[in-house]
């Protein structure tokens, strides 16, 4: 099926989006952990589920274990500790 949608909104903020997504102004493209919980409520519904991926989640990638630069250091303690996705 082919819809003509006009218009488009990018958000990088994921609590509008969610409002957004649940409110039913549009599709959302997350991960499955942040929505987990509206699915579970029935607030959200999956869509395209064959394009959905389910990998093993996000990795940090930086070049070496010796000298990690302080900032990096830190952010990474800081992800580890806010679990932002609730893995």
């Known amino acids: ?11 990088d903020e994921a609590t509008a989006a969610m409002s957004f997504g649940c409110g039913g102004v549009g599709l959302l ?10 699915l579970a409520s029935g607030e959200l519904k ?5 394009w959905a ?5 996000f990795y940090i990638y930086y070049p070496s274990r010796r000298q990690v630069p302080n ?3 830190l952010l ?12």
Do not use: N
Not at 29 to 38: C, G, I, L, Q, S
Not at 53 to 57: A, C, E, Q, S
């Open 1 to 11: 099926m082919e819809i003509d949608a006009p218009g488009s909104i990018t958000i």
């Open 29 to 38: 493209f997350t991960t499955r952990a942040v929505v987990e919980p509206r």
């Open 76 to 87: 990474t303690e800081l992800i580890r500790e806010m679990r932002p996705l609730g893995l």
């Open 71 to 73: 900032g990096l250091q």
């Open 53 to 57: 991926t389910m990998g093993p989640g």
């Open 46 to 50: 999956l869509v395209l589920e064959d």
